[in-house]
């Protein structure tokens, strides 16, 4: 049994990630959570933790920002598009019961102060992540190295203050990204 609460978006993601994995749900339905459903996040947060896991596209990331504004020290669990889609169809409830199972084992906690070692916005820039002809390949490719789901480079750097990215971390990463061009 997951001791936290796992955030989704529909029905559909709550059968999915019960078929991987013994937890309770909270549904947002869809991008416009209301206010009730903030207040039961809340809830689940102060009691057991949350982990935000919902589709790697845009309305995903809306509500993942939603419920972080509103909510600290969540946790979140990622999945790359590979992994979500079936039949042209994008979302959680299409990933396997293994691809649940591990993005659950990889969840990123987030931290609202400012960890000691910080990556500097010109260390993307060096990196190849800001700008450059294959900029948005490498930040797909580091995103899923370290877990944290694609991101555009301003994004990339928040939410590589956001779960406490080490320069290590983000050195391996870049390592393996440049084993594999």
């Not at 959570?33 to 809340?42: A, F, N």
């Not at 598009?81 to 969840?107: F, M, T």
């Amino acid at each position: 049994m997951i001791k936290e609460v796992i955030v989704v978006e529909g029905r559909d993601d709550t059968v999915a990630i019960k078929r991987a994995v013994k937890a309770d749900t909270i549904e947002t339905g869809g991008s416009a959570i209301s206010k009730e459903v903030i207040r039961q996040i809340q809830k689940a947060q102060e009691t057991r933790g949350v982990i935000v896991f919902t589709d790697p596209d845009y309305p995903g990331e809306k509500i993942r920002k939603t419920i972080s504004q509103h909510v600290s020290g969540i946790k979140h669990a990622f999945i790359t598009k590979e992994e979500a889609i079936k039949n042209g169809d994008l979302g959680v409830e299409n990933a396997s019961p293994e691809v649940i199972k591990r993005a659950l084992s990889q969840v990123k906690t987030e931290w609202i102060e400012e960890p000691i070692e910080m990556i500097s916005w010109e260390r993307l820039i060096d990196a190849g992540l800001v700008g450059g002809q294959k900029a948005r390949q490498r930040r797909l490719a580091l995103g899923n190295a370290l877990g944290i789901g694609y991101a555009n480079a301003k994004q990339l750097y928040s939410r590589l203050k956001m779960f406490r990215i080490s320069e290590e971390e983000f050195i391996n990463a870049l390592k393996s990204i440049d084993e594999k061009e």
